[in-house]
Protein backbone atom coordinates (compact mmCIF):
# COMPACT_ATOMS: atom_id res chain seq x y z
CA UNK A 1 0.00 0.00 0.00
CA UNK A 2 1.42 3.67 -1.00
CA UNK A 3 4.22 2.30 -2.81
CA UNK A 4 5.29 4.30 -5.88
CA UNK A 5 8.24 3.91 -8.59
CA UNK A 6 9.64 6.58 -10.23
CA UNK A 7 11.75 5.30 -13.16
CA UNK A 8 13.96 7.81 -15.20
CA UNK A 9 15.47 7.27 -19.04
CA UNK A 10 19.16 8.87 -18.30
CA UNK A 11 20.47 9.41 -21.22
CA UNK A 12 17.05 10.77 -22.47
CA UNK A 13 17.29 12.99 -19.36
CA UNK A 14 20.99 13.66 -20.02
CA UNK A 15 20.67 15.11 -23.71
CA UNK A 16 17.90 17.11 -22.88
CA UNK A 17 19.76 19.09 -19.86
CA UNK A 18 23.32 19.74 -21.87
CA UNK A 19 20.99 21.02 -24.63
CA UNK A 20 18.84 23.35 -22.44
CA UNK A 21 21.47 24.55 -20.61
CA UNK A 22 24.05 25.88 -23.36
CA UNK A 23 26.04 28.54 -21.19
CA UNK A 24 29.34 26.80 -20.34
CA UNK A 25 29.93 25.54 -16.92
CA UNK A 26 32.85 23.73 -15.50
CA UNK A 27 34.28 22.11 -12.21
CA UNK A 28 37.78 23.48 -11.09
CA UNK A 29 39.27 21.03 -13.29
CA UNK A 30 37.81 22.23 -16.64
CA UNK A 31 34.72 19.17 -16.77
CA UNK A 32 31.76 20.39 -18.22
CA UNK A 33 29.09 20.54 -15.97
CA UNK A 34 26.04 21.68 -17.57
CA UNK A 35 24.13 18.58 -18.41
CA UNK A 36 25.15 17.54 -14.91
CA UNK A 37 23.63 20.79 -13.07
CA UNK A 38 19.90 19.96 -15.39
CA UNK A 39 20.22 16.55 -15.04
CA UNK A 40 20.63 17.19 -10.75
CA UNK A 41 17.39 19.48 -11.10
CA UNK A 42 15.37 17.56 -12.97
CA UNK A 43 15.76 14.59 -10.52
CA UNK A 44 15.13 16.75 -7.58
CA UNK A 45 12.21 18.24 -8.83
CA UNK A 46 10.65 15.02 -9.85
CA UNK A 47 11.54 13.02 -6.70
CA UNK A 48 10.58 15.47 -4.54
CA UNK A 49 6.72 16.73 -6.25
CA UNK A 50 6.04 12.88 -6.40
CA UNK A 51 7.68 11.25 -3.32
CA UNK A 52 8.38 7.97 -4.66
CA UNK A 53 8.79 4.50 -2.57
CA UNK A 54 11.48 3.49 -5.64
CA UNK A 55 13.27 4.91 -7.75
CA UNK A 56 16.13 4.22 -10.16
CA UNK A 57 17.64 5.22 -13.83
CA UNK A 58 17.46 3.25 -16.69
CA UNK A 59 20.23 3.41 -19.54
CA UNK A 60 21.25 1.98 -22.61
CA UNK A 61 24.66 0.10 -22.64
CA UNK A 62 25.69 0.27 -26.29
CA UNK A 63 23.91 0.66 -29.85
CA UNK A 64 23.66 -2.83 -30.07
CA UNK A 65 20.30 -4.11 -29.52
CA UNK A 66 18.57 -6.96 -30.53
CA UNK A 67 16.62 -4.22 -33.09
CA UNK A 68 19.77 -3.81 -34.53
CA UNK A 69 20.16 -7.52 -35.30
CA UNK A 70 16.51 -7.40 -36.38
CA UNK A 71 17.52 -4.27 -38.35
CA UNK A 72 20.92 -3.06 -38.89
CA UNK A 73 19.53 0.31 -40.16
CA UNK A 74 17.96 0.83 -36.57
CA UNK A 75 19.25 4.74 -35.38
CA UNK A 76 21.99 4.76 -37.69
CA UNK A 77 21.74 7.55 -38.53
CA UNK A 78 22.09 8.83 -34.75
CA UNK A 79 25.49 10.89 -34.15
CA UNK A 80 27.76 10.23 -31.14
CA UNK A 81 27.60 11.39 -28.32
CA UNK A 82 28.95 14.89 -28.03
CA UNK A 83 32.78 14.74 -26.99
CA UNK A 84 31.40 17.39 -23.91
CA UNK A 85 28.26 15.19 -22.64
CA UNK A 86 30.27 12.09 -22.60
CA UNK A 87 32.51 13.38 -19.95
CA UNK A 88 29.67 14.31 -17.80
CA UNK A 89 28.11 10.78 -18.11
CA UNK A 90 30.59 8.99 -15.15
CA UNK A 91 30.12 12.08 -13.08
CA UNK A 92 26.28 11.73 -13.34
CA UNK A 93 26.35 7.60 -12.22
CA UNK A 94 28.92 8.71 -9.56
CA UNK A 95 26.57 11.54 -8.44
CA UNK A 96 23.54 8.68 -8.36
CA UNK A 97 25.52 6.35 -6.99
CA UNK A 98 26.02 8.62 -3.79
CA UNK A 99 22.25 9.58 -3.80
CA UNK A 100 21.40 5.51 -3.20
CA UNK A 101 19.76 5.76 -6.66
CA UNK A 102 20.00 1.99 -8.85
CA UNK A 103 21.35 2.35 -12.12
CA UNK A 104 19.72 -0.49 -14.16
CA UNK A 105 21.29 -1.25 -17.90
CA UNK A 106 21.15 -4.74 -19.99
CA UNK A 107 23.25 -5.33 -22.82
CA UNK A 108 21.40 -5.79 -26.23
CA UNK A 109 18.20 -3.89 -24.71
CA UNK A 110 17.38 0.00 -24.68
CA UNK A 111 16.68 2.00 -21.80
CA UNK A 112 13.09 2.45 -23.36
CA UNK A 113 12.74 -1.69 -22.31
CA UNK A 114 13.93 -1.10 -19.27
CA UNK A 115 10.95 1.24 -18.52
CA UNK A 116 8.45 -1.22 -20.57
CA UNK A 117 9.52 -3.94 -18.28
CA UNK A 118 8.94 -2.35 -15.25
CA UNK A 119 5.88 -0.73 -16.25
CA UNK A 120 4.30 -4.11 -16.81
CA UNK A 121 5.43 -5.35 -13.79
CA UNK A 122 4.25 -2.28 -11.70
CA UNK A 123 0.85 -2.73 -13.94
CA UNK A 124 0.51 -6.27 -12.81
CA UNK A 125 1.23 -5.73 -9.67
CA UNK A 126 -0.97 -2.92 -8.98
CA UNK A 127 2.13 -0.36 -8.26
CA UNK A 128 1.54 2.90 -9.95
CA UNK A 129 4.59 4.07 -11.91
CA UNK A 130 6.15 7.12 -13.69
CA UNK A 131 8.26 6.83 -16.62
CA UNK A 132 10.33 10.16 -17.03
CA UNK A 133 11.74 10.41 -20.28
CA UNK A 134 11.79 13.08 -23.61
CA UNK A 135 10.73 9.88 -26.06
CA UNK A 136 7.89 10.02 -27.62
CA UNK A 137 7.51 6.04 -28.27
CA UNK A 138 6.87 5.51 -24.10
CA UNK A 139 3.40 7.25 -24.55
CA UNK A 140 2.57 3.43 -25.34
CA UNK A 141 3.49 1.95 -21.71
CA UNK A 142 0.84 4.82 -20.71
CA UNK A 143 -2.12 3.03 -18.80
CA UNK A 144 -3.95 4.31 -15.43
CA UNK A 145 -1.40 2.55 -13.19
CA UNK A 146 1.66 3.79 -15.35
CA UNK A 147 1.57 7.19 -16.83
CA UNK A 148 5.03 9.37 -18.34
CA UNK A 149 6.22 12.16 -17.50
CA UNK A 150 7.39 13.68 -20.92
CA UNK A 151 10.41 16.42 -20.73
CA UNK A 152 8.73 18.51 -23.66
CA UNK A 153 12.15 20.67 -23.35
CA UNK A 154 15.13 22.39 -21.63
CA UNK A 155 14.73 20.96 -17.57
CA UNK A 156 10.89 21.95 -16.52
CA UNK A 157 8.86 21.94 -19.00
CA UNK A 158 6.97 18.43 -18.63
CA UNK A 159 3.24 17.36 -19.53
CA UNK A 160 2.47 14.00 -17.59
CA UNK A 161 0.96 11.81 -20.43
CA UNK A 162 -2.23 9.74 -18.58
CA UNK A 163 -4.26 7.64 -21.54
CA UNK A 164 -7.09 10.30 -22.15
CA UNK A 165 -3.71 13.04 -22.32
CA UNK A 166 -2.38 10.42 -25.04
CA UNK A 167 -5.62 10.58 -27.28
CA UNK A 168 -5.84 14.24 -26.46
CA UNK A 169 -2.16 14.78 -27.88
CA UNK A 170 -1.66 11.96 -30.26
CA UNK A 171 -5.02 11.18 -31.58
CA UNK A 172 -5.18 7.70 -30.84
CA UNK A 173 -4.87 5.18 -27.99
CA UNK A 174 -1.60 4.30 -26.38
CA UNK A 175 -2.31 0.51 -27.68
CA UNK A 176 -2.24 2.36 -31.03
CA UNK A 177 0.96 4.09 -30.62
CA UNK A 178 3.00 1.66 -32.20
CA UNK A 179 1.03 0.74 -35.38
CA UNK A 180 0.51 4.73 -35.90
CA UNK A 181 4.61 4.67 -35.86
CA UNK A 182 4.75 1.29 -38.15
CA UNK A 183 2.44 3.38 -40.33
CA UNK A 184 3.86 6.18 -40.66
CA UNK A 185 7.67 5.59 -39.87
CA UNK A 186 9.98 7.52 -37.72
CA UNK A 187 12.56 9.49 -39.29
CA UNK A 188 14.39 9.78 -35.63
CA UNK A 189 14.57 5.85 -35.29
CA UNK A 190 16.18 5.79 -38.87
CA UNK A 191 12.38 3.87 -39.40
CA UNK A 192 10.77 4.08 -42.47
CA UNK A 193 6.62 4.42 -42.95
CA UNK A 194 4.59 3.05 -45.84
CA UNK A 195 5.09 5.16 -48.66
CA UNK A 196 2.08 7.73 -48.79
CA UNK A 197 1.04 7.30 -45.95
CA UNK A 198 1.76 10.07 -43.17
CA UNK A 199 0.51 10.83 -39.47
CA UNK A 200 -2.77 12.35 -40.88
CA UNK A 201 -3.90 9.25 -42.65
CA UNK A 202 -2.00 6.93 -40.42
CA UNK A 203 -4.65 8.26 -37.56
CA UNK A 204 -7.19 8.73 -39.77
CA UNK A 205 -6.77 4.78 -40.67
CA UNK A 206 -6.52 3.91 -37.16
CA UNK A 207 -9.61 5.73 -36.34
CA UNK A 208 -11.28 3.79 -38.45
CA UNK A 209 -9.99 0.49 -38.67
CA UNK A 210 -8.49 -0.03 -34.71
CA UNK A 211 -5.36 -1.32 -35.68
CA UNK A 212 -2.99 -2.46 -38.32
Do not use: W
Not at 5 to 11: F, I, K, R, W
Not at 31 to 50: I, K, Q, S, Y
Not at 103 to 121: K, P, Q
Not at 166 to 189: C, H, N, R, W, Y
Amino acid sequence: MGEKLVLLDGYSLMYRAFHALSTPMTAPDGTPTNAVHGFVMMLLRVLDEEAPTAAAVAFDVSKHTFRTDLYPEYKANRKPMPEELRRQDPVIRDLLAHMGLTIIEREGFEADDILGTFARRCEEAGIPALLVTGDRDSMQLVTETSNVLYTRRGVSDVVRYTPEKVLEDFGVTPAQIPDLKGLMGDASDNIPGIPGIGEKTAKDLLVRFGTV
